[in-house]
């Protein structure tokens, strides 16, 4: 029990008062509660689409490269500015140890590159208009090693991709 200073009415005035503080205090409360849950899952969106963009741009990056590496390829392709002697030899000892005949097809230019270069022997330089300059087809005894210019570069893109991914 207590005694009180004031009326009646001043009392119950002062009574609501603080129950209405109470109340803008829970409410304030609930708002910034609410406000915090907003907040963190705005930043967990926020994280999701920054993981995507970074895949995104491992992808776009990879992309641009390989289709760089094309336009160069094509130019010194088209220019002849490319070692095709040693491409021969490396798609050669790719085809293994075959002691057999070796028929190696390729651009008609590219064949004029190859007239004076020596391979092992029983190894003979087929001119194929069907193929682009810069590709190389072995035929052995054992079948037909293909070395096609687009698709080591799809490999290579692969390969970008691929190591983008894993950073």
């Known amino acids: 029990m207590r005694i009180l200073d004031s009326s009646l009415d001043e009392f119950g005035g002062e009574l609501r008062a603080r129950r209405e503080q109470v ?11 609410g406000a915090l849950t907003l907040f963190e899952e705005a930043q967990a969106s926020l994280e999701e689409y920054r993981k995507s963009l970074l895949d995104s741009l491992a992808e ?8 760089m590496a094309q336009v160069v390829l094509c130019k ?14 490396e798609t050669l000892a790719a085809a293994g140890s075959s002691m057999g005949p070796m028929t190696i097809h390729v651009h008609p230019d590219d064949a004029e590159t190859l007239k004076d270069v020596r391979f092992r022997s029983g190894t003979t330089v087929h001119a194929d208009p069907s193929l682009r300059r810069g590709n190389v087809q072995v035929e052995t005894d054992g079948g ?17 991709r691929e190591a983008l991914n894993q950073c």
């Open 23 to 33: 109340l803008r205090d829970e409410g304030q409360a609930q708002a910034i509660a």
């Open 60 to 67: 776009t990056a990879a992309t641009l490269a390989v289709e």
């Open 76 to 89: 010194e392709l088209a220019e002849g500015q490319y070692d095709l002697a040693t491409i021969v030899r």
């Open 144 to 160: 037909l090693l293909v070395r096609d210019v687009d698709d080591c570069v799809a490999a290579m893109g692969e390969n970008l």
